[in-house]
């Protein structure tokens, strides 16, 4: 196992690589009730996107943690679900089996775009500022995560103070109710863990926050701890689009340049997202170092480990899709688990067989609440924010499309779309300071292709 993931040469044990894929897994399983919660608005089953969300998930990470042996979790996105289910399905009118053709289809394109390298080529293009700009900002808007789960913030506070239903300014909570008090317990002893350099720190306060959350009425202890039951119901949401509505019924009524705009939109959000936690958490713990990246146009075939885990990620839409779920992607979570140590495809692979375990077990895992999870995700904020310490910030050129990168990735609670103003305002700079020559064709292309994917969003909803 050790010559298999080469978990030594990493400087890393199997001890370390467990606690990290228990700690990844924990602080992204909210997404088996989260997902089901939302898909289950078009008519889907509940019972049925809840067995495909753990299979899509249990098999996409084995395939990161096996093929490209890094320690990623793969689970169907957040932001890309409600995308799904609020603008494809209830927006646009399209049926979820039609939804979910879309979603196969731009498995398949992820697919070519990675085989052909334009995937590696994307990252390559970005340049060092933008690159620490965007691993920071993961960092904020996971700490913005936390602080949300947390209820350390609410929305919908005025001058005068909070008031349910107005605007939806967000404000600090008064603590005046069990939830945030737990965060807040949660967060302190993850502090002093850390400091002290406790290993398993985040581990620990995870499981002692669930317990304290006991008496506090907020953990929740299941009637039964096994149960079969929802596998029976996975059989309405897998291969669904095979149907009589689904790839039959996609392009009828003139509806093909929607579908194209639809699919592109999933394509577009999912590359980006995957390739902002990959540059914002690969480069700080060197599991994608400089080397590593140089190598991805040079190599011939799948040789880097960020060849490979770019293939990994694209096969798993495809795969979510089958099983009846919205794009799968690469969850910005897993910098909890790199954080812990984590550092080779057994943290994957442990994550993977957790997720397999919550089937007949749902309950038990089911229990931990989001406020023991939420201060991880904000202690890894801290952790992520010390890129932000390369950035030239007294260089405008270079400050002025960092602070877009991160204030829009954070404030528009979407890695893609900060991303994006970085590199249109680092294009915009270029252009006035008379540089055109000096910018990758594929930056160019990256830009021209997100501001066409805001024009079109933006007529689509004038029309």
Same mark, same amino acid.
Request: with cysteine; hydrophobic share 55%; proline share 3%.
């Given at each position: 196992?050790?010559?298999?993931?080469?978990?030594?040469?990493?400087?890393?044990?199997?001890?370390?690589?467990?606690?990290?894929?228990?700690?990844?897994? *924990?602080?992204?399983?909210?997404?088996? *009730?989260?997902?089901?919660?939302?898909?289950?608005?078009?008519?889907?089953?509940? $019972?049925?996107?809840?067995?495909?969300?753990?299979?899509?998930?249990?098999? &996409?990470?084995?395939?990161? &943690?096996?093929?490209?042996?890094?320690?990623?979790?793969?689970?169907?996105?957040?932001?890309?679900?409600?995308?799904?289910?609020?603008?494809?399905?209830?927006?646009?009118? =399209?049926?979820?089996?039609?939804?979910?053709?879309?979603? =196969?289809?731009?498995?398949?394109?992820?697919?070519?775009?990675?085989?052909?390298?334009?995937?590696?080529?994307?990252?390559?293009?970005?340049?060092?500022?933008?690159?620490?700009?965007?691993?920071?900002?993961?960092?904020?808007?996971?700490?913005?995560?936390?602080?949300?789960?947390?209820? =350390?913030?609410?929305?919908?506070?005025?001058?005068?103070?909070?008031?349910?239903?107005?605007?939806?300014?967000?404000?600090?909570?008064?603590?005046?109710?069990?939830?945030?008090?737990?965060? %807040?317990?949660?967060?302190?002893?993850?502090?002093? %863990?850390?400091?002290?350099?406790?290993?398993?720190?985040?581990?620990?306060?995870?499981?002692?926050?669930?317990?304290?959350?006991?008496?506090?009425?907020?953990?929740?202890?299941?009637?039964?701890? =096994? !149960?079969?039951?929802?596998?029976? !119901?996975?059989?309405?949401?897998?291969?669904?689009?095979?149907?009589?509505?689904?790839?039959?019924?996609?392009?009828?009524?003139?509806?093909?340049?929607?579908?194209?705009?639809?699919? *592109?939109?999933?394509? %577009?959000?999912?590359?980006?997202?995957?390739?902002?936690?990959?540059?914002?958490?690969?480069?700080?713990?060197?599991?994608?170092?400089? $080397?590593?990246?140089?190598?991805?146009?040079?190599?011939?075939?799948?040789?880097?480990?960020?060849?490979?885990?770019?293939?990994? !990620?694209?096969?798993?839409?495809?795969?979510?899709?089958?099983?009846?779920?919205?794009?799968?992607?690469?969850?910005?979570?897993?910098?909890?688990?790199?954080?812990?140590?984590?550092?080779?495809?057994?943290?994957?692979?442990?994550?993977?067989?957790?997720?397999?375990?919550?089937?007949?077990?749902?309950?038990?895992?089911?229990?931990?609440?989001?406020?023991?999870?939420?201060?991880?995700?904000?202690?890894?904020?801290?952790?992520?924010?010390?890129?932000?310490?390369?950035?030239?910030?007294?260089?405008?050129?270079?400050?002025?499309?960092?602070?877009?990168?991160?204030?829009?990735?954070?404030?528009?609670?979407?890695?893609?779309?900060?991303?994006?103003?970085?590199?249109?305002?680092?294009?915009?700079?270029?252009?006035?300071?008379?540089?055109?020559?000096?910018?990758?064709?594929?930056?160019?292309?990256?830009?021209?292709?997100?501001?066409?994917?805001?024009?079109?969003?933006? %007529?689509?909803?004038?029309?």
């Amino acid at each position: 196992m050790d010559k298999f993931f080469r978990i030594t040469e990493n400087g890393s044990n199997v001890r370390t690589e467990i606690l990290a894929g228990f700690t990844t897994f *924990f602080t992204m399983a909210y997404i088996m *009730f989260v997902n089901p919660s939302i898909l289950s608005e078009t008519g889907m089953s509940w $019972n049925g996107v809840f067995v495909a969300t753990i299979l899509a998930a249990a098999l &996409g990470t084995l395939i990161m &943690g096996l093929v490209a042996k890094v320690p990623y979790a793969v689970a169907p996105g957040m932001g890309l679900n409600a995308f799904f289910t609020f603008s494809v399905c209830f927006g646009l009118g =399209f049926k979820w089996q039609e939804a979910m053709a879309m979603v =196969f289809i731009c498995g398949i394109l992820n697919i070519i775009i990675t085989v052909t390298k334009l995937r590696k080529a994307i990252i390559l293009s970005i340049p060092k500022s933008l690159q620490l700009a965007i691993g920071g900002g993961i960092g904020l808007f996971i700490a913005y995560i936390g602080f949300k789960n947390a209820g =350390f913030i609410n929305f919908g506070a005025t001058l005068a103070g909070f008031t349910p239903g107005a605007d939806a300014v967000p404000a600090l909570s008064h603590f005046d109710t069990t939830g945030p008090v737990l965060a %807040l317990i949660g967060l302190t002893l993850t502090v002093i %863990l850390m400091i002290l350099k406790v290993k398993g720190a985040m581990l620990i306060s995870i499981f002692a926050a669930t317990i304290i959350g006991i008496p506090m009425g907020i953990t929740q202890i299941p009637d039964k701890l =096994f !149960d079969m039951s929802m596998l029976s !119901d996975f059989s309405k949401v897998s291969f669904a689009f095979f149907d009589d509505v689904g790839f039959s019924s996609l392009f009828s009524d003139g509806r093909a340049v929607m579908v194209l705009i639809t699919i *592109f939109a999933f394509s %577009l959000t999912d590359t980006f997202d995957t390739i902002g936690t990959f540059i914002g958490t690969g480069r700080k713990s060197g599991i994608f170092d400089e $080397n590593d990246e140089r190598a991805l146009l040079e190599s011939k075939g799948f040789k880097s480990k960020m060849d490979k885990a770019l293939f990994a !990620d694209s096969t798993a839409t495809s795969i979510g899709a089958l099983f009846g779920t919205s794009n799968t992607t690469t969850y910005i979570e897993s910098a909890a688990g790199i954080s812990e140590g984590g550092r080779t495809g057994f943290t994957s692979v442990i994550v993977a067989l957790l997720f397999l375990i919550c089937l007949p077990f749902v309950a038990l895992f089911g229990m931990v609440p989001s406020q023991a999870t939420a201060p991880i995700l904000i202690i890894v904020g801290v952790l992520m924010a010390e890129s932000f310490a390369e950035i030239r910030w007294k260089k405008l050129d270079e400050a002025i499309p960092a602070f877009f990168t991160v204030t829009v990735m954070t404030f528009a609670y979407n890695i893609s779309y900060g991303i994006a103003a970085g590199f249109i305002f680092y294009i915009v700079i270029k252009i006035c300071k008379k540089e055109l020559r000096d910018l990758h064709t594929i930056l160019l292309g990256a830009a021209a292709l997100f501001l066409l994917y805001f024009v079109l969003m933006a %007529l689509h909803q004038i029309g």
